[in-house]
């Protein structure tokens, strides 16, 4: 009978003659050493959740620092009911679950638990654990950088395009608000781009700070905003578009240098595609942009 030394200190059976073969195969290579050499987390879990044996891997992960005690005194109590039901299906096919686990010591961690049922009607559970908390976080700073425009932290064009296709074929009307700004190259060509970007930052975030619920603001090109609302009467339209001029028009760093907006506002109607609506809002703001040239051409009398 193979002797091995378990959690207390003691010399212990690691493969006893009626060990069932899946418990055997991980007993024979703890006895090895080489399961305590992985760098994932490797337990055996009785059905109720009573660790049976831990690797060091598995005990960092978990927490564990010495015996072997039941899962739930690792686990908070929120959550020990959705673990143990994820780990009661998974058992049953064989499948990778992943969880976002809290422990105890308050260190939240998503932990990736692949459960394989032991062989031959064995009862207990192989669970190999991998920490892929730095992978998900990972993934969803990708996410953000595709959705998001880096400058500004808006989000960008693609975000856009996807967020109206959504809305207008769930057939919901929409007003959304073109925002150009105007003389903002003059910035770039006489004090150079870093202080053209900081005032895009400035008006991103004067812009995000006078939205209502619901509304969202998102940066479509060099100096371009596209902002989307719900449907809005025309008192509230009216409001709509003061307010983002107002966000603009009060801006220390755009009074100083003299940077003005213009908006092109439009309501989506039936049968309009992403394209589309921004074309019509693109060709408002153009509108009123053309109509306040016009003014300051007949103030200055040329």
């Given amino acids: ?3 091995g030394i378990d959690h207390g200190g003691q ?42 044996y831990v690797n060091p891997a598995a005990r960092a992960l978990l927490g564990c620092a010495t015996g072997l005690p039941h899962l739930s005194e690792l686990l908070p109590l929120a959550a020990q009911a959705t673990t143990f039901e994820a780990l009661a299906s998974a058992a049953e096919t064989a499948v990778s679950t992943q969880l976002v686990v809290e422990l ?34 990972s993934e969803l700073e990708l ?3 595709a959705s998001h425009d880096g400058l500004t932290g808006l989000r960008n064009r693609a975000w856009l395009l996807d967020h109206l296709h959504a809305r207008l074929a769930a ?6 608000a073109f925002v150009d700004l105007d003389r903002f190259k003059a910035v770039n060509d006489d004090f150079g781009h870093d202080v053209g ?10 812009v995000e700070s006078c939205l209502h619920p619901g509304e969202v603001a998102s940066r479509v090109g060099g100096d371009e905003f596209v902002v989307v609302s719900r449907d809005l009467d025309d008192d509230q ?19 100083e240098h003299r940077v003005g907006v213009s908006i092109g506002t439009v309501r989506s109607v039936e049968g309009d595609e992403p394209w589309s609506l921004m074309r019509r809002a693109d060709e408002a703001m153009y509108r009123h942009k053309r109509d306040l040239e016009r003014r300051r051409r007949l103030r200055r009398g040329t």
Avoid: C, K, N, Y
Wanted: hydrophobic share 45%; proline share 7%.
């Fill in 237 to 255: 339209l009216a409001d709509f578009d003061q307010r983002l001029r107002l966000a603009v028009a009060t801006l220390a760093s755009a009074r």
């Fill in 104 to 137: 105890l010591e308050g260190e939240r961690r998503e932990l990736q638990f692949s459960v394989h049922p032991g062989a031959d009607r064995d009862p207990l559970i192989i669970v190999t654990i991998q920490d892929v908390t730095l992978r998900h976080e």
């Fill in 143 to 145: 996410e953000h950088r």
């Fill in 1 to 3: 009978m193979a002797q």
């Fill in 197 to 206: 970007d900081g005032l895009l930052r400035h008006v991103a975030d004067a």
């Fill in 171 to 176: 057939a919901e009307q929409l007003v959304i």
């Fill in 11 to 52: 010399e212990t059976s690691l493969t006893p003659p009626t060990q069932p073969p899946a418990t055997r195969a991980i007993a024979l290579a703890a006895e090895q050493g080489l399961v305590d050499l992985l760098p994932i987390g490797v337990a055996v879990l009785a059905p109720g959740g009573q660790l049976q």
